[in-house]
């Protein structure tokens, strides 16, 4: 044990932690850091400490002893509308570095990781491959949806309505109040949701412990004190996560990225991720894999139901039975099993049947909420990675949640050098059918990669532009976005990427069936290949870069220093 090796070099450190209140018997026991983002932050951290000293009990009744640490998140939904949002990714890269000052300060014998949302799970996943001590993933759940099935998605497009006058401020108002009924990660397979799946489909997480109901505490709670005994049985094992996340490990998470139709934002997460546990992952690889790959779970953003049905319907075990065929049932897992053993024990132990006690009252199947492989709602995964002379590095769509009509299009460019005067132009109608709205400069290095939420809402919910214009960008979209948005645009405007080049009036080609994104005309007049690489050699000469938006402060040394949005965000060199 790493832990009574660091004790012999080390000491002061049992006095220390005798003055905390440890026992002289405690000390001698194999240690677990229980990290968490307790904090009155937003419903996804304000209940876990009850968790963390559930997995700190869990701990004890293996004859480990648990330690308690901190670091709260932020929520991407109270930064949104005002500068706080640029914060986001970049506070993804400071947990997991605080993380792994904790771990390795004082190093311990295994962790327990306990999250629920956006940028904290990818985080606490960072993290367990970098610090490389054995761990259990805990999510933290999901809340409930709201009266008539409300979910705090749709609240942008009600912003975007009372705005334009379509609703009462009454209305409004109901919709805020209704939106978040519990704690727990918001009820859509947002980023927040689709990370807890990630979490439990790269094999950290415990089965089936993805998105449980936060409303059933009591559950959480056995859940998290099961992930404190496992941690000390890992640690006992000396079975680390390098040893379990390979990349077979990543090619199962993006396959059923592809099943529960997830975030955008994972091509942002699971590269990083991929990168603490030295595996190459690129956007190629999201591609390849969902081409031809099984769309199963009808959850919001892009089906009807909120994500809490998912654990009712079996949750990542069902999904993942549902794609057998496809997975790489050899991996290891936090177990210490395979996945296939994990697959085969929860069908034999009745799990699938008390999962399906959640959907009691709701006059669903577990068939309505996760399809069976035999009728897929589609046959080409969620998302696609297109390139081109406007994306050389490569950008990205989900396709499943664009019209039918916009998957080829041909557009003009209006450009926009941030999302206050996109969004401006767009509820003011300045923006019309057959546009290619660009909000630039808003990447890693220009602003620290906001979402660009508000603006696809409003876009979405304007019945004159939802299926008629493009959003492209080398910023990012929320997880609950809809409709023709294109992000993570590489190389960004301020590295002087070609999304940087356009000029209003531009012709833009999106093909997603061919991953096709484009300059293809000038001044609204089509141009050959050579003829538009004359126009943007002409315009890069001409080009100057925007001064830093930050000179101070940790966007200052973020936006200094990230890796491009195909890459994955990030601090260089990572």
């Not at 091509?267 to 190629?284: D, K, N, Q, T």
Request: aromatic share 6%; net charge negative.
């Amino acid at each position: 044990m790493i832990s009574q090796k660091i004790r012999s070099i080390a000491p002061e450190m049992d006095p220390l932690r005798l003055g905390m209140g440890w026992t002289a018997d405690d000390l001698s026991r194999p240690q677990i850091l229980i990290e968490s983002t307790f904090g009155e932050s937003h419903p996804g951290s304000a209940h876990l400490l009850e968790l963390a000293h559930a997995a700190k009990e869990g701990a004890a009744l293996e004859d480990g002893r648990g330690a308690l640490y901190f670091a709260t998140d932020i929520c991407d939904g109270m930064a949104q509308g005002h500068d706080g949002i640029n914060f986001s990714l970049a506070s993804r890269d400071i947990l997991c570095g605080l993380i792994e000052i904790h771990a390795l300060a004082t190093p311990f014998d295994g962790a327990v990781f306990l999250s629920s949302c956006d940028k904290s799970v990818p985080a606490h996943l960072m993290a367990a491959g970098r610090i490389n001590t054995p761990c259990v993933v805990m999510p933290g759940g999901v809340m409930a949806a709201g009266p008539e099935l409300l979910t705090l998605e749709e609240i942008g497009k009600y912003s975007a309505m009372f705005q334009r006058g379509e609703i009462s401020r009454e209305q409004f108002s109901f919709y805020q109040h209704n939106a978040c009924p519990s704690c727990g990660a918001c009820s859509f397979m947002g980023t927040a949701c689709t990370m807890q799946v990630m979490a439990e489909a790269l094999g950290l997480a415990l089965p089936g412990t993805a998105l449980l109901p936060a409303a059933d505490m009591q559950g959480l709670r056995a859940a998290a004190r099961e992930a404190g005994r496992q941690a000390v049985r890992l640690a006992r094992l000396g079975l680390t996560p390098r040893q379990i996340v390979t990349r077979e490990s990543f090619e199962n998470a993006i396959l059923v990225h592809a099943a529960v139709s997830g975030s955008t934002n994972a091509l942002l997460h699971l590269p990083a991720i991929a990168r603490e546990f030295g595996v190459e992952l690129s956007g190629r690889d999201f591609d390849r894999l969902h081409r031809g790959a099984l769309y199963l779970a009808d959850i919001r953003p892009a089906g009807k139901w909120p994500a809490a049905y998912l654990h009712g319907a079996g949750g990542v075990p069902r999904v993942m039975e549902e794609i057998r065929g496809a997975l790489h049932l050899d991996v290891l897992t936090a177990t210490g099993k395979t996945l296939g053993e994990n697959l085969d024990e929860l069908r034999a132990n009745g799990y699938y049947e008390r999962c399906a006690r959640a959907l009691e009252g709701t006059g669903l199947s577990a068939q309505d909420i996760v399809r069976p492989a035999s009728s897929p709602l589609g046959r080409d995964g969620a998302i696609a990675v297109l390139f081109g002379n406007l994306a050389p590095g490569g950008c990205v769509v989900k396709h499943t949640a664009v019209p039918a009509q916009m998957h080829r299009a041909l557009l003009r460019a209006r450009p926009f050098d941030c999302e206050e005067d996109a969004i401006a132009a767009v509820l003011a109608h300045r923006v019309q059918p057959g546009d290619a709205v660009f909000i630039r400069y808003e990447g890693p290095r220009g602003s620290g990669m906001p979402e660009m939420f508000y603006t696809t809402e409003a876009i979405a919910s304007d019945e004159s532009l939802g299926s008629s214009i493009a959003l492209i960008t080398d910023g990012r979209f929320s997880g609950a976005s809809k409709g023709p948005a294109v992000g993570h645009v590489s190389p960004e405007a301020a590295q002087g990427g070609p999304i940087a080049l356009v000029e209003e009036g531009d012709l833009i080609e999106l093909d997603i069936p061919a991953r096709v994104l484009r300059i293809a005309g000038i001044a609204g007049e089509p141009k050959s290949e050579e003829e538009i690489a004359a126009v943007l050699a002409e315009r890069r000469a001409r080009w100057q870069p925007k001064p830093p938006r930050y000179t101070g402060g940790i966007l200052s040394l973020y936006t200094r220093t990230a890796l491009s949005p195909m890459e994955g965000g990030g601090v260089n060199g990572q």
